[in-house]
């Protein structure tokens, strides 16, 4: 029987008056790289916030690791890891503070902890700042610590929203080279990404949410015979009705130059 890592079955969200979400279903194996895209507002993140257990109130089901997750049991939380599009990070703390934390929060021991977070720091470039305070990183070793935390317990299934934000070239080929390596290892990972041509590389599949309703799902050549030939930003175009962007953007830059 194939296993499934996680079930989402008619999910529907609202705020306020406003419906977000409206019918969302998929099943995701175990080693699959989800690229989750779409517009902005879409509703990526609150789909991922609702499987996190961060947002509540929606209905459908949800369940990971076969676990329906209304249920409560936190212990499924132990095996994913996370790192949110916008992250509060406790500036005071060192990067030595924060990972050794972070690391024992999900149970690792002092020593094992440190010697991962510093080990994982030097490997993606920021070893030297280890015991420097959060305050003083750049936006990039911000965001490489947030990838470490994201890992440093060994996680099972992983979200990562817009991870590279802010990441050199050097260092997302190295992201690339760490997801799909997690992947051959049987990790689950559910990427969401504006960025396309990373998408489309490193995807074994692609969801795209528009209108709070899943407009495809499938690899990227499934996707291209679906629709137009040619890169995931075209696709992404045509699957969103999108055609205008010269109109607007000289409509805009008309209305920069009204003085
Ligand atoms: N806490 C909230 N209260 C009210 N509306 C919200 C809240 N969070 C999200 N929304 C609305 O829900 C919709 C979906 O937001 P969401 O952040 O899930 O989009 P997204 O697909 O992740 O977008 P982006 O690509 O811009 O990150 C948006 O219209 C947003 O305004």
């Known amino acids: 029987m194939e296993e499934f890592i996680l079930e989402i079955n008619d999910l529907k969200k609202s705020y306020g008056t406003k419906s977000v979400l ?55 939380k132990n095996k994913i890891g996370y790192v949110p599009e916008i992250a509060e990070v406790y500036d005071n703390l060192t990067g030595s503070e924060y990972l050794t934390f972070i ?12 010697y991962k977070a510093k080990r994982l ?8 700042v280890y015991h420097s305070r959060i305050a003083s990183y750049s936006k990039g070793m911000r965001q490489k610590l947030l990838i470490i935390s994201s890992l440093i317990h060994n996680p099972e299934l992983l979200f990562f929203d817009e991870p590279i934000n802010g990441l050199d070239a050097n260092s997302v080929m190295i ?46 050549e499934e996707l291209r015979t679906e629709s137009t030939e040619g890169s995931l930003e075209q696709i992404f175009n045509q699957l969103t009705g999108f055609s205008e962007h010269i109109d607007l953007g000289s409509r805009f830059v008309s209305v920069v130059k009204e003085m």
């Not at 279903?25 to 779409?38: A, D, F, Q, T």
């Not at 089901?61 to 676990?67: A, H, N, Q, T």
């Not at 490193?202 to 407009?215: N, Q, T």
Request: charged content about 25%; aromatic content about 10%.
């Open 22 to 76: 409206n019918g969302v279903s998929l099943k995701v194996k175990r080693g699959e790289i989800i690229g989750y895209i779409g517009p902005n507002g879409a509703g990526k993140s609150t789909t991922v916030k609702i499987m996190l257990g961060i947002e509540d109130n929606y209905s459908g089901s949800i369940k990971i690791f076969g676990e329906d997750i209304s249920n409560e049991k936190m212990e499924y």
């Open 103 to 114: 690391g024992e929060l999900y149970g690792l021991d002092y020593d094992l902890a440190d």
């Open 121 to 128: 720091m030097e490997l993606f470039g920021i070893g030297e």
């Open 175 to 220: 992201f690339k080279e760490i997801m799909t390596q997690l992947a051959a290892q049987g990790k689950t990972i559910f990427y969401s990404s504006h960025i396309m041509d990373v998408v489309e590389k490193i995807s074994s599949r692609i969801i795209l949410l528009h209108d709070g309703k899943i407009a495809a799902d499938g690899t990227f």
